[in-house]
Every structure is written in C-alpha cells, then in structure tokens.
Nanobody
Framework: QVQLVESGGGLVQAGGSLRLSCAAS????????MAWFRQTPGKEREFVSY??????MYADSVKGRFTFSRDSATNTAYLQMNSLKPEDAAVYYC??????????????????WGQGTQVTVSS
C-alpha cells in the first residue's frame, strides 16, 4: 500500500523559507515520477514542481525560489521554498505519478497523494 506523508508546513513571514517533506512508503521515490501541487480554497489544484525522467520542472510562479529534491536513503522528497510570498500560501501536496517517466504537470496523471500540509505566509 502506497502512503505519502507531508510535513514541514507552517506560518512564515513573507521573504522567509520553509522546507516541506514527503515521506513515502510502498513505493521507491527514486524510480517513480513525483510532484508537488498546491491548492487554495475554491481553486483547482495547481502544479508547483515535478521530477520525471531525470528532469525537474517548476511552475513559472515558483521558478528560482523553490527547489525539488529527493533522498533515496530515506525515501523522502523535499520542496525547499525560499523568498516566500503571500500568494504562495496554500495546502501543499506531494504526489506520485502512475508512470515511471514522461509525467507532466497535469494532476490527472498522479494517482497517489498525500494528505497535504498547510503553508501560511504573512505579509
């Protein structure tokens, strides 16, 4: 059974940093394509970053500020978020794609999801 557990969210001032973690069990994150999405109330889930087929991609809104990484030893994915802005506030989810590679920024391609972790950014 696949389980993804996010942690690391919280309240931070604008300009601050947070590092989100996604601990995986039931799958090996070094093999699967993984992604981070975020969602605010009343809006659709929004792509943040993914790692697939050896490539890391970022949404334009976070490029240069966020970094996706993975630790095979602990089977954990991370999202380092720097220079946070109030518009980054959301529930952040990690997800595993149904394919091992060739995954994109479409949430429909991701079949395993964590429960989410809240990020709040004060101005």
């Amino acid at each position: 059974q696949v389980q993804l557990v996010e942690s690391g969210g919280g309240l931070v001032q604008a300009g601050g940093s947070l590092r989100l973690s996604c601990a995986a069990s039931g799958l090996t994150i070094s093999i699967y394509s993984m992604a981070w999405f975020r969602q605010t109330p009343g809006k659709e889930r929004e792509f943040v970053s993914y790692f697939s087929g050896g490539s890391t991609m970022y949404a334009d809104s976070v490029k240069g500020r966020f970094t996706f990484s993975r630790d095979s030893a602990t089977n954990t994915a991370y999202l380092q978020m720097n220079s946070l802005k109030p518009e980054d506030a959301a529930v952040y989810y990690c997800a595993a794609c149904r394919f091992l590679s060739g995954c994109s920024d479409s949430a429909r391609e991701y079949v395993h999801w964590g429960q989410g972790t809240q990020v709040t950014v004060s101005s």
